[in-house]
């Protein structure tokens, strides 16, 4: 199992390039199974997340051919022979259950394994299946699996309200509702750029879909959909956590691709704890205004709030800012699992429930430290670019799911970091 070495080398400059977002990626994927014409998507992230995805697809019959260094994924459909996603690829990804529905509406019938929990918390499905089965599916949970079926071979267009904001349950109901017989309204929609990217890329398919990145999105089905090409969106959460190097580190980073509006109250909050965002023709570049960053109040919420995904990074920045910064995790159950590994490096925090009160320190010290989850990783690793001495970190396969190339990425910055096997 690799670690990862990272030792406190001072301010870091220079440019990061930022990859088509994981997030996007692992929707647009299964959306080959609603038509039996090429989709090939560019700008694809180099990931273990898209690797998993190509499995599953492939279990299930579809062609995945991965070209230009995986760059490019050339998806195909057109002779899916099995319409079962076994447990044993979903319980390495719980954004496997994105298969069911297109799955079920493209062939009127599906077996999915149920994704099962995470370290981050227990992350149901049940938005997932009331939209389906307000779309006439009906599902039988049994062994595990969710075994769905449409009467007649097709799902029919319907209002679904969801009770509160689920990305993955929007992404389903989108895709489910584009071959639905029928006009289908999807109410307190997920409003991520994630979702708008997908929309795009349905829309290029043939699909009509009007209001994505509202709340409130309407789809007209059709019979069917054709082939598309389709660049992935760049990845706001890779983004985020790159601006946050120089805020930890001092010096400036320009990170290539980035927009501000993938990251508008991110920046914002950055700004408050005195660290400038600047767009430039080549992306977004960040420095410290001047000096020491300053404590700031996060409260995690769907987009376009706060990013959930972005709270455990924004966590080891403040644990070096002056003062007393309340962050308020209100997504996950259980999402301060970098809490105690900051703590073995000096950082004071005091987590209770879904709160978490961090009093700055003046620097933190390197220790061995644990990744728990994808973005607990690179918290860590941020940490410990700022840190006195070494740190390592251990489990990084977490951090290989989301992050593409980060010691390459990095050294281009003067860190000292390096991949280590056990
Ligand atoms: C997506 O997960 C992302 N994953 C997550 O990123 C991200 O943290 C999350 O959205 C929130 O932005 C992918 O896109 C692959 P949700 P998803 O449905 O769709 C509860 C990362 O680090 N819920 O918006 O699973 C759920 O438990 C990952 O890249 C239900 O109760 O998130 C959570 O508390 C981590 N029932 C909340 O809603 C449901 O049917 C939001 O979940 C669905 C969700």
């Known amino acids: 199992m690799d670690s990862i070495l990272v030792k406190g080398n ?11 977002a994981k997030n996007a990626c692992l929707t647009l994927m299964p959306a080959t199974l609603l038509s039996d014409e090429p989709l090939t998507l560019t700008n694809a992230p180099r990931l273990s997340d898209i690797a998993t995805m190509t499995q599953l697809l492939q279990s ?28 044993d690829i979903v319980r390495k990804m719980r954004a496997s259950i994105l298969v069911l529905g297109p799955m079920l509406a493209r062939y009127g019938h599906a077996v999915v394994s149920l994704p099962g929990g995470c370290a981050i918390g227990a992350r149901p499905v049940d938005l997932h299946l009331k939209a389906l089965e307000a ?15 449409a009467p007649g071979g097709r799902l029919k267009g319907a209002v679904v309200e969801f009770p509160f904001v689920s990305v993955g349950a929007t992404e389903n109901a ?18 991520e750029p994630e979702i708008v990217d997908l929309a795009r890329c349905l829309r290029k398919m043939g699909a009509r879909i009007e209001g994505e990145g509202t709340g409130e999105i309407v789809i007209e089905g059709t019979d069917r959909l054709h082939g598309a090409t389709h660049p992935v969106v760049t990845d706001r959460i890779e983004l985020g956590t790159y601006m946050l190097v120089p805020a930890i580190c001092g010096g400036e980073v320009e990170c290539l691709g980035g927009t ?10 950055l700004d408050a704890a005195g660290v400038s965002v600047t767009q430039t023709n080549r992306g977004l570049k960040v420095a410290r205004k001047n000096g020491r960053v ?13 990013p959930t995904d972005l709270q455990a990074q ?6 070096t800012a002056e003062g007393t910064s309340v962050l308020e995790e209100k997504i996950f159950e259980n999402r301060f699992m970098h809490a105690p590994e900051l ?28 990744a728990t989850d994808l973005r607990a990783s690179v918290s860590l690793i941020l940490a410990g670019l700022a840190a006195e001495g070494e740190t390592l970190v251990s489990r990084v396969y977490h951090l290989d799911r989301g992050y593409e190339r980060v010691e390459e990425k990095l050294r281009a910055c003067g860190a000292q970091i390096e991949r280590v096997s056990a």
């Open 135 to 149: 779309m006439g599916a009906e599902l039988d949970l049994r062994d595990g699996y969710v075994h769905a079926k």
């Open 174 to 191: 989108l895709m489910a509702a584009t071959l639905a017989k029928g006009t289908s309204v999807l109410k307190n929609a997920a409003r």
């Open 294 to 306: 300053q404590a700031v109040n996060v409260t995690t919420e769907p987009f376009p709030g706060f």
């Open 260 to 269: 501000l509006d993938l990251v508008g109250a991110f920046a914002e909050k």
């Open 343 to 370: 703590m073995r490096m000096g950082a004071r925090i005091d987590v209770h429930g879904g709160t978490a009160t961090v009093t700055g320190v003046d620097r933190l010290k390197g220790a061995p430290v644990m």
């Open 314 to 319: 924004m966590m080891a920045l403040l644990c």
């Open 60 to 87: 299930l019959g579809a062609e995945v051919a991965s070209l230009q260094d995986g760059l490019v994924l050339a998806l195909s459909s057109h002779s899916i022979t099995n319409q079962k996603a076994d447990y």
């Open 10 to 20: 001072g301010a870091l400059s220079g440019a990061i390039p930022i990859a088509g």
